[in-house]
């Protein structure tokens, strides 16, 4: 069956950077739409970036535009997040989600989900 596995999530001081790591399997990766989204408590999940079968084509939340870059390496079915000069209101637990026909904004549109992995940023 399909799995998602996060990782690389953890604790940084504001304007620090981190890099998320999904490692797919189960499917086959490169005819999938993949993205992350993001949940903080009390909040919607709300999308981080989504990228479709390349990463040639991306989508990015608002509050993520030139400080985040996802990226996807289809020989590894790997999708990758990188987060740079990140702010406390970035905390959530970030999710890797996948579907064979969807690669939109909505977290409705995903079939297959990660447990999630933890980003905390101090102040």
């Known amino acids: 069956q399909v799995q998602l596995v996060e990782s690389g999530g953890g604790l940084v001081q504001a304007g620090g950077s981190l890099r998320l790591s999904c490692a797919a399997s189960?499917?086959?990766?490169?005819?999938?739409?993949m993205a992350w989204f993001r949940q903080a408590p009390g909040k919607e999940r709300e999308l981080v970036a989504s990228?479709?079968?390349?990463?040639?084509?991306?989508n990015y939340g608002d509050s993520v535009k030139g400080r985040f870059t996802i990226t996807r390496d289809n020989g590894k079915n790997m999708m990758y997040l990188q987060m740079n000069s990140l702010k406390p209101e970035d905390t959530a637990v970030y999710y890797c989600?996948?579907?064979?026909?969807?690669?939109?904004?909505?977290?409705?549109?995903?079939?297959?989900w990660g447990q999630g992995t933890q980003v905390t940023v101090s102040s």
């Open positions: 989600a996948a579907d064979r026909l969807y690669s939109g904004p909505l977290a409705a549109g995903f079939r297959y």
């Open positions: 189960g499917l086959t990766f490169s005819n999938y739409g």
């Open positions: 990228t479709g079968w390349s990463d040639r084509i991306t």
